[in-house]
C-alpha cells in the first residue's frame, strides 16, 4: 500500500492554464504539506495543514490556493500558471506538529512542466 | 538570515571508501534536525532525527551526528546502492523544515 501519492506524476501544460495537483496519505497522519524542488533541488515549503486547518502559508503567490477536504487529502489548485512554476511538487505528511513523531513521508512528486 | 548549506555538493566514492557529508546551518531555535536520503525520480525518504548537541544516530553504514552549527553524514564502507542525494533539514519551528540543496553521491563498484 503506498503511503502518500499523488497524481498525475507529471504535468505538461500551456502558460495561463489551471490545473490541480491532489495528495493523500493512508497513513492516518495529522499534518500534510506541499513543497516545491526547483532545478537547483531545494526543497522548500509552502504550505501546511494539521487537521484541514491551514497553518504554514509560506510566502506563495496567492494563485496556489491549497484544499484539505479531510484530514487524509490535501490537494493544490493552481491559477494562471506561469513559466516559473515549473518544478517537482512534493506532498509530504506526519503524525502530528511537535515532538519525536514527527518524522515527514513525501508521496513520490508531481514534475510540472509550463511551456 | 536563516541558512542551509551543505556540501560538498557531490562526492564520488569507491565502494568501501569512508567518507562525510556535512550540513552547516545557521538557525535560532533549532528543533531538530532531519536526514533524508532522495533517489532520482522519488520522495525524500526519512534517515535520521537528531534533537541536540552530541547526539548520534546510526543506521546500517550510515552515522549522524549533530553539534551546535553542523550535523555530519558518516558513511562507512559505502556500497553502489548508496548512491542517492542525501538532504539535511533543520527545523526551525514545529512546521517548518529548511533543506539544504544536497550532496549527491556516487558510490563506484
Known amino acids: 500500500d503506498t503511503a502518500v501519492s499523488q497524481t498525475p506524476k507529471y504535468l505538461v501544460t500551456q502558460m495561463g492554464n489551471d490545473k490541480s495537483i491532489k495528495c493523500e496519505q493512508n497513513?492516518?497522519?495529522?499534518?500534510m504539506y506541499w513543497y516545491k524542488q526547483d532545478s537547483k533541488k531545494f526543497l522548500k515549503i509552502m504550505f501546511s495543514?494539521?487537521?484541514?486547518?491551514?497553518?504554514i502559508n509560506e510566502t506563495v503567490p496567492n494563485r496556489f490556493s491549497p484544499k484539505s477536504p479531510d484530514k487524509a487529502h490535501l490537494n493544490l489548485h493552481i491559477n494562471s500558471l506561469e513559466l516559473g512554476d515549473s518544478a517537482v511538487y512534493f506532498c509530504?505528511?506526519?503524525?502530528?506538529?511537535?515532538?519525536?513523531?514527527?518524522?515527514?513521508?513525501f508521496g513520490p512528486g508531481t514534475r510540472l512542466t509550463v511551456l | 538570515e536563516d541558512q542551509v548549506t551543505q556540501s560538498p555538493e557531490a562526492l564520488r566514492l569507491q565502494e568501501g571508501e569512508s567518507s562525510s557529508l556535512n550540513c552547516s546551518y545557521t538557525?535560532?531555535?533549532?528543533?531538530?534536525l532531519f536526514w533524508y536520503r532522495q533517489d532520482p525520480g522519488k520522495g525524500p525518504e526519512f534517515l535520521f532525527t537528531?534533537?541536540?548537541a552530541g547526539e548520534e544516530k546510526e543506521k546500517e553504514r550510515l552515522k549522524a551526528t549533530l553539534t551546535k552549527k553542523e550535523s555530519f553524514l558518516h558513511i562507512t564502507a559505502p556500497k553502489p546502492e548508496d548512491s542517492a542525494t542525501y538532504l539535511c533539514?533543520?527545523?526551525?519551528?514545529?512546521?517548518?523544515?529548511?533543506f539544504g540543496s544536497g550532496t549527491k553521491l556516487n558510490v563506484k563498484p
Open positions: 537528531l534533537y541536540s
Open positions: 538557525v535560532s531555535g533549532l528543533r531538530g
Open positions: 533539514a533543520p527545523r526551525y519551528n514545529f512546521n517548518k523544515f529548511y
Open positions: 495543514y494539521n487537521n484541514k486547518e491551514l497553518i
Open positions: 497513513l492516518g497522519h495529522d499534518t
Open positions: 509530504a505528511s506526519s503524525p502530528q506538529t511537535s515532538g519525536t513523531t514527527d518524522t515527514q513521508y
